[in-house]
């Protein structure tokens, strides 16, 4: 089964986010994407929402190679504001060694992120997270559904998407998979405390998975 995992704001936080994103693509592209520009662009992951920026500065689509590149400015820029000795990111400590218990009871974890590889592989790290977790990050001409998909078909359900946001639950309910909140910020679905303690994500997966 695919037990697939949100990362930010789900499993942790690294604050200013979105500045790093601006100043990675103010690095190439010689200025940064306005906060106006940022708040009407429609999708969740990097891959939409640099896309979109593109498309509306430059009138055509990101290339896959541009995008690549995107992704290692914004790599640096993560390293830069939280490697070691740094300002540290906010992790969910229940929640991540409830992962650890789930992964010691033979279920596949997936972190179904909207980060880029490097940026998703390097928060991973960041927050200490089992390296057993396998990876699905924003990726080229993908949306967020279409990420959970991959996961899907590399599994036999019953699947699960654990996240703490709308667009969460809109992937999810796209892929027809069942959605799990952490937070307040997804009325009307059963939710997790950010503070929730590992036995209780594990209760609480067992529950939707019956």
Known sequence: MALCFDLDGTLGH????YALLRAALGELWGEEPTVEELSVCKGS???EIVDELHRNRFGEGLEAAHYHRYDQACLAQFTAAFGVGLRQPVRHDGLAEGLVTLLERGHRLWLVSGNTPGVLAFKAQALVLDSRLEQVPSLPHRNRADLLRLAMEADPGPHLYVGDRRHDREAAQEVGMPFLAVGDAVPGS?????DAPAERLVEAVAEHLR
């Open 14 to 17: 690294f604050e200013g986010g």
């Open 45 to 47: 992951t990097d891959w």
């Open 190 to 194: 059963p939710k997790l405390s950010p």
